[in-house]
């Protein structure tokens, strides 16, 4: 956000979404995370136009921006889960690790004793005295926290009550010249992507060299014909012919995000037995 704000001022907000933005920004930055969870929860297009932005606004900055974010087009996502995201983003920054994201836990992993982990290991069932391993091995355990995908864990913990979940696919493009030559987030008013970026202008060790890397992510799955439209939409957006550029692959997460609803809870209890 802080960089949208001056992004923005470069044309697509006028003085008074200008101002809503600041207003909205610094408070949410500022204020303790406590007042945004305790806040009345509406969605979050409405908050928006509560907050005084435009109509063409919302739908120029806030929407296609969000909706990847969100992976949903209508902003219909609770207001308390948008501040606190925004909130996030303002107080922090936003990184691509070099090594990838994978970089991440392998970090937390680096610092665990040797043998707390224990990998390609599913748990296909849980007991009284704690988890069966793999169909068979049987690992005891004081307390097993449940912390796998959705599906995974609803099978773990019949009766588990589950939202529904969005699907979002990630198309890599491979392209001798870099489309963009700067790390920026490219979102598209059409909604015929929700947001696109030149990877290698981020991490330039991301394609061999001499190419660049370039994502973007859809709402949904991978059907027949969608990077072909795809592909036409990005020559438009950066300007380019994207004819040439070759398909590395197409990732589509199944579970991406919960729908968050308005009425959300931010927490909840959630033991299920005892352990
Ligand atoms: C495309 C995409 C982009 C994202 N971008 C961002 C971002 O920019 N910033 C951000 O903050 N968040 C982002 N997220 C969200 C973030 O990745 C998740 O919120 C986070 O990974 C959730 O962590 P988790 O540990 O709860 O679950 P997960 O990371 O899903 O981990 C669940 C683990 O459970 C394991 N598991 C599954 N079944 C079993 C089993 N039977 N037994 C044992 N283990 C099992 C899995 O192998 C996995 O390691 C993104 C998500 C997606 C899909």
Known sequence: PRQALRGVAGGVAGPRDLAALATLTGRDMLAPAALVRRARDTSTRRALAAAGFSEGFV??????????????????????????????????????????????????????????????????????????????????????????????????????????????????????????????????????????????????????????????SVLGADTAGRERTLRDALAECYGTDTGGWELLTARTVAEALPAMEPGLPLSRRSRRAAG
Do not use: K
């Not at 120029?60 to 902003?75: A, I, N, Q, Y």
């Not at 392998?106 to 390609?120: I, K, Q, R, V, Y």
């Open 59 to 216: 739908e120029r900055f806030f929407r296609p921006f969000l909706s990847g974010v969100f992976l949903e087009e209508d902003l219909a996502t609770s207001s308390r889960f948008f501040h606190l995201v925004w909130r996030s983003m303002a107080r922090g920054t936003i990184c691509l690790p070099a090594a990838g994201v994978a970089a991440v836990p392998e970090l937390l992993a680096s610092a665990l004793p040797p043998g707390t982990l224990a990998l390609e290991s599913p748990v296909t069932a849980l007991t009284d005295d704690g988890v069966v391993v793999d169909g068979g091995r049987e690992v005891a355990a004081r307390a097993v926290v449940v912390a796998s995908s959705p599906t995974v864990a609803a099978a773990l913990l019949p009766g588990l009550p589950l939202p529904p979940y969005r699907t979002v696919t990630t198309y890599y493009h491979l392209t001798p010249r870099s489309p963009l030559r700067e790390p920026t987030l490219v979102t598209d008013v059409r909604r015929r992507f929700t947001n696109s970026c030149v990877l290698t202008e981020v991490q330039p060790g991301h394609a061999p060299r001499g190419y660049a890397l370039v994502a973007t």
